[in-house]
């Protein structure tokens, strides 16, 4: 396993790979690494010759009153981790090394960034795609891993390798939970114990969603549903609970055959996010 700790390092083992004719599996990430992450890492591994990690906390997409300063960071665990499931390098650059300068080109996430958590998180969505289009670029990958946790963030990334013509191909990978069906995430470790015994209430919140929208094709129904268990479960904020079409996250209607059901609570002070992917009939 290598820590490759600068674009430069970076650029060396990428050449060296291309020459070997190697294919690349990339699985990005901020760090702070849980069974979500080390499935995606083995499924790089699995379906690719190499398997590269970055671990970067991107500061481009916090906002200014997020928890950019606070996000748990532990560059030694990472790597064993990765090790591991066989990940062979992990990519750590610093802030400085990936944005040298200061008020360059910004990328603008279009439509599907101005709902959801790009509602709540403006300009979190361009943060991203700034990254990962320069990591894209960085790792030069065959194939580029992420989760299905992140819903938004992957109609958003499949919408920019569209856009811009990145030769990759996109692998995503279904939602990694605990036993008690909470998503497995990082920020998981802010909630204390009585947050963390209320959580599972969204996933279950989300289920009876699931159940009407499968049953009545009400998105409405669905959401109020939800709500209502949310609201008495926990003491939890709703931020959203949304039902709309998937990928390109617009109202339900006759013709959609996939229904994205998404939910975003703080549970304390800690937002959490977490959805479900439903096919529906179709017409
Ligand atoms: N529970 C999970 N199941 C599947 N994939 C996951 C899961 N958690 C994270 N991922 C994926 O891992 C990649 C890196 O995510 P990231 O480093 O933001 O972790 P995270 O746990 O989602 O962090 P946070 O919840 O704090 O945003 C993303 O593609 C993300 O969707
Ligand atoms: C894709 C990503 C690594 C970009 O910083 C991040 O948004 C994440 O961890 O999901
Ligand atoms: N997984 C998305 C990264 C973030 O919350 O900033």
Same mark, same amino acid.
């Given at each position: 396993m290598q820590v490759l700790k600068t674009i430069a390092e970076l650029r060396t083992w990428v050449a060296a790979?291309?020459?070997?004719?190697?294919?690349i599996g990339f699985v990005p990430t901020m760090g702070a690494l849980h069974e979500g992450h080390l499935t995606l890492a083995a499924a790089a591994k699995k379906e690719n010759d190499v398997a590269?990690?970055?671990?970067?906390?991107?500061?481009?997409?916090?906002?200014?009153?997020?928890? @950019?300063?606070?996000?748990p960071r532990d560059l030694a665990r990472d790597v064993e981790l990765a090790s591991s499931v066989g990940v062979d390098a992990v990519f750590a650059p610093s802030v400085d090394d990936m944005y040298p300068h200061d008020g360059g080109i910004?990328?603008?996430?279009?439509?599907?960034?101005?709902?959801?958590?790009?509602?709540?998180? /403006?300009?979190? @969505?361009?943060?991203?795609?700034?990254?990962?289009?320069?990591?894209?670029?960085?790792?030069? /990958?065959?194939?580029?891993?992420?989760?299905?946790?992140?819903?938004?963030?992957?109609?958003?990334?499949?919408?920019?390798?569209?856009? @811009?013509?990145? /030769?990759?191909?996109?692998?995503?990978? /279904?939602?990694?939970?605990?036993?008690?069906?909470?998503?497995?995430?990082?920020?998981?470790?802010?909630?204390?114990?009585?947050?963390?015994?209320?959580?599972?209430?969204?996933?279950a919140a989300l289920q009876m969603a699931r159940d009407i929208v499968v049953k009545t094709n009400d998105a409405a129904a669905a959401v109020q549903a939800a709500r209502n268990h949310i609201e008495s479960t926990t003491n939890g904020r709703i931020d959203y609970i949304e039902v709309l079409s998937y990928p390109d996250l617009a109202q339900v209607n006759e013709q959609t055959t996939d229904v994205l059901i998404a939910a975003a609570v703080y549970i304390g002070t800690t937002r959490l996010i977490d959805n479900i992917l439903v096919s529906v009939g179709g017409k």
């Open positions: 790979k291309q020459n070997e004719k190697q294919t590269i990690m970055s671990v970067f906390v991107n500061p481009t997409q916090f906002g200014p009153n997020e928890d @950019f300063d606070a996000y910004r990328l603008l996430a279009g439509r599907q960034a101005t709902i959801l958590c790009g509602a709540s998180r /403006p300009g979190h @969505f361009d943060g991203v795609i700034q990254v990962v289009s320069k990591l894209f670029h960085l790792v030069q /990958p065959t194939h580029a891993y992420f989760g299905q946790k992140d819903a938004q963030q992957v109609a958003i990334i499949q919408t920019m390798v569209r856009d @811009f013509n990145f /030769p990759v191909t996109l692998r995503i990978i /279904p939602v990694v939970r605990e036993e008690d069906g909470l998503a497995k995430s990082s920020r998981n470790i802010y909630l204390s114990e009585a947050e963390r015994a209320e959580a599972p209430n969204i996933y």
